[in-house]
């Protein structure tokens, strides 16, 4: 009888710990992708990784000013944008009044 008990808590205990182990699985997947998908859309970042890669020699002088220049302009576009919505909107405003 006790033997039955004891394979019962064995068999309960086993389902816990594959329950846990994917439930654990599955939100480290979900940070992962998280993760991934915020770096390949912020240049910042991506600028960063590629500094580091041409301190490391995986990229050369030539390869590194493209990619910068690149990027630059890809990070300032959307200030552009903004600046002028920012601009239209405080023009609106003082025809108003």
Request: charged share 30%; aromatic share 10%; proline share 2%.
């Amino acid at each position: 009888m006790e033997n039955q008990y004891l394979q019962l808590a064995f068999a309960v205990f086993l389902l816990a710990a594959c329950i846990l182990g994917l439930a654990l699985t599955f939100h480290l997947l979900r940070k992962w992708r998280e993760y991934s998908d915020e770096d390949q859309h912020n240049p910042g970042t991506m600028l960063s990784k590629f500094r580091e890669m041409h301190s490391r020699g995986e990229l050369s002088d030539e390869e590194f000013r493209k990619i910068t220049t690149d990027m630059r302009a890809r990070i300032q576009e959307p200030a552009t944008v903004s600046e002028e919505t920012e601009i239209v909107f405080t023009e609106d405003a003082s025809k108003a009044d």
